[in-house]
């Protein structure tokens, strides 16, 4: 059974940074994506950004150039590098991972005072 297990979650000022890594496991099959997604108190899930098995990226407008996503296959692990957070970047963080189905973490909270 494939688990996923996110950390690096925490509080933090608004212009500050955290690094929120995915530990993949379970599985001998190769990883197909790694995506993050957020969850704010009353608004559904939202899409974050995502890191293909090729190394390409997509990620929601208004991260882009603040957030860096990466993986590391040898290791199973990917990674949420966040930069210039803001407040609205406030919300519980997901992990997805796509390994012949898709599976999720359990989320870790990220706050961002002002």
């Known amino acids: 059974q494939v688990q996923l297990v996110e950390s690096g979650g925490g509080l933090v000022k608004a212009g500050g940074s955290l690094r929120l890594s995915c530990a993949v496991s379970g599985s001998t099959f190769r990883i197909n994506a790694i995506g993050w997604y957020r969850q704010a108190p009353g608004s559904q899930r939202e899409f974050v950004a995502i890191i293909n098995s090729d190394g390409s990226t997509v990620y929601k407008d208004s991260v882009k150039g603040r957030f860096t996503v990466s993986r590391d296959d040898a290791k199973k692990m990917g990674y949420l590098q966040m930069d210039n957070m803001k407040p609205e970047d406030t919300a519980k963080y997901y992990c997805?991972?796509?390994?012949?189905?898709?599976?999720w973490g359990q989320g870790t909270q990220v706050t961002v005072s002002s």
């Open positions: 997805n991972a796509i390994v012949r189905g898709s599976y």
